[in-house]
């Protein structure tokens, strides 16, 4: 059976307040900080036509890989054919232009030092942010959640607290450290727009990758696409499907 907890004010006016208060305003405060990092807007260079020809190709294929339904078997082979026979085919990538595209991404140091910075700007607060919490609030219980739920979410709401029997719907206060960390992003668009809201997830998952567009990945992430596809054509089905849906109106 799970306890039920009575909550002290105290905890509420010195714990989840100052807590939820800190989170809003180290976002931005990273906000701006970030942005004095941020180098100077250059001059953007002319694209290069052979990226320019390669991102078309890729779209072409990418197109053509959903409608395949709506054209013949013959017509999706041909075109597929097309696209991917081997060496003649325009999503082949030759080994030494895939090297030359790994190396290009990494031979900007502006870029590089950008990404950098951008990565300094999130890890660092966090980090810091996160040690202060788990030195001054580690072990307490801040809020309660105004509706029950299961088990699997004891692990995410109950970090820091090792007791079995209290109800999963209260809060211990690393968690709620990091539901503020990862919910903010409303309120950050409201204070800062929407262009410029601090998302942590989304710089999460884009510190391994936020390099531009790199045709010989892409060329061959969608020739494999490509190749795996099964082609079913839809017009055979039409007819039946058409029936179907006039027998459903006539019933009504």
Excluded: C
């Excluded at 999963?168 to 450290?177: A, G, H």
């Excluded at 990862?182 to 809201?197: T, V």
Aim: a positive charge.
């Amino acid at each position: 059976m799970a306890e039920e907890l009575v909550l002290d004010t105290a905890i509420r006016d010195w714990v989840l307040i100052p807590l939820s208060v800190v989170m809003v305003l180290i976002g931005v405060l990273r906000y701006f900080v970030s942005k004095l990092m941020r180098s100077p807007p250059s001059a953007s260079p002319s694209p290069d036509p052979k990226t320019v020809k390669e991102g078309q190709v890729v779209i072409r294929a990418r197109n053509l890989r959903n409608g395949a339904q709506f054209i013949p078997a013959k017509a999706f082979k041909a075109r597929k054919l097309y696209y991917t026979n081997g060496e003649a085919g325009l999503l082949h990538v030759p080994k030494e232009d895939a090297q030359k595209a790994q190396a290009a991404m990494f031979s900007d140091p502006n870029m590089a030092m950008d990404m950098m910075k951008k990565n300094l700007s999130m890890i660092v607060p966090q980090t810091l942010t996160f040690a202060w919490v788990n030195f001054f609030f580690s072990g307490f219980v801040a809020a309660k959640i105004p509706f029950p739920l299961t088990q699997r979410f004891r692990g995410m709401l109950q970090n820091g607290i090792d007791l079995s029997t209290v109800d999963v719907s209260y809060v211990s206060s690393r968690s709620w450290y990091f539901l503020n960390l990862f919910g903010l992003r409303g309120l950050f668009s409201l204070i800062l727009g929407e262009e410029n809201a601090t998302d942590d997830a989304q710089k999460m998952m884009a510190m391994g990758g936020g390099m531009g567009f790199n045709p010989a990945m892409s060329l061959s992430a969608e020739k494999d696409s490509l190749d795996i596809i099964q082609h079913d054509w839809a017009l055979p089905k039409m007819e039946r499907h058409a029936e179907e849906v006039l027998r459903k109106l006539l019933k009504n």
